[in-house]
C-alpha cells in the first residue's frame, strides 16, 4: 500500500512539474482594440457598422487619441472612417471603411474592416442593420521589451482596469514571469467580425453593436514561422458589446442646441462608458463637457467651416493620471461631400449629428 502511495505521489509530481514548465513558457496577455471616443458621435462607425450610410454625405473622418500624453509609453491610437449612402434595387444601403491602428509600449495593433448596412424606414425614423468585416493583427516588439523595476514605480499610466479600449495593449491581472516573454518581434493576425443596429430619429438616435464576435485568441510567433506548442506568447481579443444614445433638443427662440449623448461599452465582466453634454450655436461651434466612468472627466470644442470639422477633447484622469502627463488628448477631423440621392427617397432625413 505504501509503495502504492509513493507511486501515484511520484507520478503527480512529475505531472506538476510538466504542467508548470508548459504554462511558464506560455505568455498570455490581453489585447484591447476598441477606442471610446468623447467625440464618438463624430466617428458612429467606428463601433457599429450600422452606422453606415445614416446621411446623404459622403464621410470621411480621421482622428487621434493619445492617453497620458509626456508620460512613459503612453495608449495611442490613431483611427480613420469613411462611409456613404447606395442605392441598391431601389433600396438604400450603407457602405464605409474603418482602420484603427494602436501602439502601448511594445505592443502594436492593427484592425481592418469593410462595412454594410441595410435601412428600413419606418415613418420619419430609420432602422439600420449593419455588419462589419475586418482583418485584426497583433504584434509584440520582443526586440525593444524592456524589464523595469517594479519598485522604481511606473509612470506608463497602465492600470489593470480595462478601460473599453482605449489601451490597445494591456498586460494581464496575473503577474506574468517576463523571463519568459519573447526576446523577438512576434505576430499573429485573425478574421474580425462585428454587428451592429442602429435607429435614427430627427430628435434621438439608439443603437447595440457587438464588435470581435469571433474572440479570437492568437498564438504569436516570428514572420514565417509557426508557433510551438510548447512556447509561445498568446493574445486574446475580448468580445466587446456597445450601447449608444443621443438627443437633440432644439432652444426655443435659440441658435442654441443642446445634445447629450451616452455610450456604455462592457465585455460582459465589467463596464464602462462616456456621458457627453454639448451645445452647438448655429450649427457650426460646438462645446461641452465629457465624464468617463470612474475615471475621467473634461471638456471638448468643436468647429464647423463649410464641409470641414476639427474637433479636440481634453480629459484630465483623476484616477491614473501618472505625474508629467498633459492628460488624455483627442483630435478629430472631417470632412462631407453631398450624395446625390433620390429627391422622392423616402429615407431622406436630417442627421442628428451636426454634420
Same mark, same amino acid.
Given at each position: 500500500m505504501k509503495r502504492k502511495f509513493n507511486a501515484i505521489s511520484l507520478l503527480t509530481l512529475i505531472i506538476l512539474l510538466l504542467t508548470t514548465e508548459s504554462m511558464s513558457a506560455q505568455v498570455k496577455v490581453t489585447s484591447q482594440m476598441d477606442v471610446i471616443l468623447n467625440q464618438n458621435w463624430e466617428m458612429p462607425t467606428l463601433l457599429n457598422p450600422a452606422a453606415t450610410g445614416a446621411t446623404d454625405f459622403i464621410r470621411i473622418r480621421g482622428g487621434a487619441r493619445i492617453d497620458y500624453l509626456g508620460s512613459h509609453q503612453s495608449p495611442k491610437n490613431f483611427l480613420a472612417a469613411a462611409d456613404s449612402p447606395f442605392k441598391l434595387l431601389g433600396k438604400r444601403i450603407g457602405a464605409g471603411l474603418v482602420v484603427n491602428s494602436g501602439s502601448y509600449g511594445v505592443y502594436n495593433n492593427l484592425l481592418i474592416g469593410a462595412q454594410g448596412s441595410y435601412k428600413i424606414k419606418i415613418k420619419q425614423s430609420t432602422l439600420s442593420i449593419g455588419v462589419q468585416l475586418g482583418y485584426y493583427h497583433t504584434k509584440f516588439k520582443g526586440s525593444e521589451f524592456v524589464i523595469y523595476n517594479k519598485g522604481e514605480g511606473n509612470d506608463s499610466g497602465e492600470s489593470s482596469e480595462g478601460e473599453g479600449g482605449d489601451s490597445p495593449g494591456s498586460g494581464d491581472e496575473d503577474e506574468p514571469d517576463y523571463s519568459d516573454y519573447p526576446t523577438e518581434d512576434v505576430g499573429a493576425g485573425s478574421v474580425d467580425l462585428a454587428v451592429g443596429v442602429r435607429f435614427d430619429h430627427p430628435a434621438f438616435y439608439a443603437g447595440v453593436s457587438v464588435t470581435h464576435l469571433t474572440n479570437p485568441t492568437l498564438k504569436l510567433s516570428k514572420e514565417g514561422e509557426v508557433a510551438t506548442a510548447t512556447r509561445y506568447m498568446e493574445s486574446h481579443l475580448p468580445m466587446e458589446m456597445y450601447f449608444e444614445t443621443g438627443g437633440n433638443i432644439r432652444l426655443n427662440n435659440s441658435l442654441f442646441t443642446l445634445q447629450p449623448s451616452l455610450l456604455v461599452a462592457t465585455d460582459f465582466k465589467d463596464f464602462n462608458g462616456v456621458a457627453v453634454m454639448?451645445?452647438?450655436?448655429?450649427?457650426?461651434?460646438? /462645446?461641452? =463637457?465629457? @465624464?468617463?466612468?470612474?475615471? =475621467?472627466?473634461?471638456?471638448? =470644442?468643436?468647429? +464647423? #467651416? +463649410?464641409? /470641414? @470639422?476639427?474637433? @479636440?477633447?481634453?480629459?484630465?484622469? @483623476? +484616477?491614473?493620471?501618472? +505625474? $508629467?502627463?498633459? $492628460?488624455?488628448?483627442?483630435?478629430? #477631423?472631417g470632412y462631407q461631400l453631398k450624395m446625390k440621392m433620390d429627391s422622392k427617397s423616402n429615407f431622406r432625413q436630417r442627421s442628428i449629428r451636426i454634420m
Open positions: 454639448r451645445g452647438t450655436y448655429n450649427q457650426k461651434v460646438t /462645446f461641452g =463637457a465629457s @465624464y468617463r466612468y470612474n475615471r =475621467a472627466a473634461g471638456v471638448l =470644442a468643436g468647429l +464647423k #467651416i +463649410k464641409d /470641414f @470639422y476639427i474637433g @479636440y477633447s481634453w480629459e484630465y484622469d @483623476y +484616477k491614473n493620471q501618472p +505625474k $508629467g502627463s498633459t $492628460g488624455n488628448h483627442e483630435l478629430v #477631423i
